[in-house]
């Protein structure tokens, strides 16, 4: 996959910074126009009817503050209907990019190396989830070495993912291993964005560990991206 950027959605960099977070803009002026009307309308009954200067009539006037309010906004967005669909098609495209952005990150060697824990943790959950793998994430403490439970065709699979910036060592895969025996899954997983030493790799040879490096991550990324 290509790194997508503005210019192929039709979009420049000025377009992007001032309509990317388009629908809080409209939400902000809608709540302005309310909070206006709401307010000035009893200040107006106050002002110029004496009779009705108290509590009740000053709600009656919040309320239809807030009516008129959405009366008009209504009717802005009527004769505004050209100016609006503009802006929103803008929007949808900036949607589009964002959208594409993030899934070409993930075929990126320094996207994956940026994720602590718990983000590289539910990536890859996202990534198996793609795969077809009904993916369970277990609970942050207790949680015996194993970060997600991978069911698939009635396989179970216990993935422990480490985001550390020195390579895993045999420690580690001893004590998935453990794991592994007591949880009685078919297989184990050991993701590391930060590859492992060569006695992890002895260790694993004859047992039913799977060691996924970064490399094998972008690969599983990209089956399911392209």
């Not at 503009?86 to 993030?102: Q, S």
């Amino acid at each position: 996959m290509k790194k997508p950027y503005l210019r192929n959605y039709g979009l420049t960099d000025k377009e992007y910074n001032e309509y990317k977070d388009l629908p809080k803009k409209i939400e902000k002026k809608i709540i302005s126009i309310g909070a206006i009307l709401g307010v000035s309308i009893p200040i107006l009954m106050f002002l110029f009817n004496p009779h009705l200067r108290d509590l009740g009539s000053l709600l009656i006037g919040i309320w239809l503050g807030l009516i008129f309010g959405s009366i008009l906004f209504y009717i802005l967005s009527i004769f505004l209907s050209d100016w609006l669909s503009t802006k929103y098609t803008i929007y949808t495209k900036i949607l589009e990019y964002e959208n594409d952005l993030r899934t070409y990150l993930k075929t990126q060697k320094d996207y994956w190396k940026s994720l602590n824990g718990k983000e590289f943790e539910k990536e890859l959950a996202n990534i198996y989830d793609m795969h077809g793998y009904t993916v369970d994430l277990t609970p942050s403490t207790g949680d015996q070495g194993i970060d997600l439970i991978l069911s698939k065709n009635g396989i179970r699979k216990i993935v422990q993912c480490k985001a550390h910036s020195k390579p895993v060592g045999p420690a580690t895969v001893r004590d998935l291993y453990g794991t592994l025996i007591a949880s009685k899954a078919h297989s184990a997983i050991l993701a590391s964005t930060s590859g492992f030493t060569k006695g992890v790799y002895s260790f694993v040879n004859g047992k039913r560990i799977e060691l996924i490096s970064l490399d094998n991550i972008i690969e599983l990324a990209e089956e399911v991206i392209n």
